[in-house]
């Protein structure tokens, strides 16, 4: 599947890793099956790990992810962080949060490893 999503129920955590051809057709599936998922409950934070996509999105494609994340911080009250490793995916998640978190919110960030996304959305303020 080419993206897939596992619950750490334990930390109200769920990771979303894409790979493959990761198109605008399976980020859509997947963002509602999350937005549908009864047993992550609108606390948990989200880490949406993106590294192993093929796509690299045109600005329209950009601004149709962004609408996902921005039903994704409606319906959730927690973090969420996007994790992009090479300069070009950087810039296109900075863009896409940007649209997305319109009132400034700043529970969506850019992280360039795990291990940093981790540390922030499991932080000792963490919503």
């Known amino acids: 599947m080419p993206f897939e ?11 979303v890793r894409g790979s493959g051809e990761g198109s605008l057709d399976e980020i859509a599936n997947s963002s509602y099956r999350l937005l549908e998922d009864q047993s992550i409950a609108a606390d948990y934070a989200f880490m949406f790990v993106v590294n192993s996509t093929a796509l690299h999105p045109t600005p329209d494609q950009m601004w149709t992810i962004a609408s996902f994340l921005e039903r994704m911080l409606s319906r959730f009250t927690g973090r969420m962080a996007i994790v992009a490793s090479d300069d070009g995916r ?30 922030w959305l499991l932080g000792a303020d963490h919503q």
């Open 5 to 15: 999503h596992i619950v750490d129920y334990d930390n109200r955590l769920a990771v």
């Open 90 to 119: 950087i810039s296109a998640a900075h863009l896409i949060t940007f649209g997305a978190d319109k009132k400034g919110t700043g529970r969506l960030r850019v992280f360039t490893s795990e291990d940093q996304a981790r540390v």
